[in-house]
């Protein structure tokens, strides 16, 4: 596992390296924005933990340009700035993860070890199935262009039928994802909302999108009837 660390403070680097590589990881260590972007975009790195306050280009606009290039790479800020704003929009604009400083060294591995055991992320802010579209950010949902409104359990339903478009969902995964886990109410839950969906998003129009498959559950896709 290969860790890019993009830090100005060479004391706190030199520390966090150390710490890494007792733990078996590779770290390479840029000590400016424009440096650090260059490594980022020359190698393949399992995780960036990346500073804002940089000499020549700040950690956010580092950020923004790595995720320009759609680079799936978790990114950890990790920063002395600890407003609210700050953290937000750095999330906004694809960080996975925020740690203050001062902060315990321990505290910073296990978020590491979080942020690779789940892996690459589906991060397309918009996704697309047939003339159907979804967009994260705004959470409109267009077909045809025109748009469609939902309920915040029908968007986040959809979502998760087009995150995994061309996939069968049985109804207890779907509900694993979209209801919450103290969910033990009546299980037709599920076949209730599908049913909403497709009088939003299907009636009226071709191709359906929406499909049941009998006895298993529920998948979204154009093409053949399943
Ligand atoms: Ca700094």
Redesign the pocket.
Known sequence: MRILLI???VKLSAFIKRGLVAERYAVDVAKDGRSGLELAETYQYDLIIL????PGMDGSEVLRRVRKQNSSVPVLIL??RDSLQDKVSNLEIGADDYLTKPFAFAELLVRIKALMRRGPVNRASTIRVSDLELDRLSQQVKRAGHRIDLTSKEYALLEYLMSNAGRVLSRNMIIEHVWDQSFDGITNIVDVYIRHLRNKVDTGREPKLLRTVRGVGYTIREGAEA
């Not at 500073?51 to 940089?54: F, I, N, S, T």
């Open positions: 830090e100005d403070e500073d804002l306050m940089l920063s002395a």
